[in-house]
């Protein structure tokens, strides 16, 4: 599992995914609920859950509560992170 100390190690490992990719790709057009993001694919709701744990830990994407919905938000400056290392 990648260091907690090195935010890039965590971003690339979460980026592998094409799931999580997919996922990104969708929070880039706006916030959604945790149920839209997991409609596409043909997986259980723990398994989704696993796949948001891993791009939440890498500060990819942010997770809310709001009343009983389970909202999702891109977090843009990570990629940029990433996007500026890549540019070294």
Known sequence: MPSSTDPLTAIFAALADPTRRAILARLAEG?????????PFDMSAP?????LRVLADAGLIEREVSARWRIC????????????????
Request: net charge neutral.
């Open 47 to 51: 398994a989704i859950s696993k796949h």
């Open 31 to 39: 916030e959604a609920p945790v149920s839209e993001l997991a409609r």
């Open 73 to 88: 938000h891109l977090r843009a400056h990570a990629l940029r992170d990433a996007h500026d290392w890549l540019g070294t």
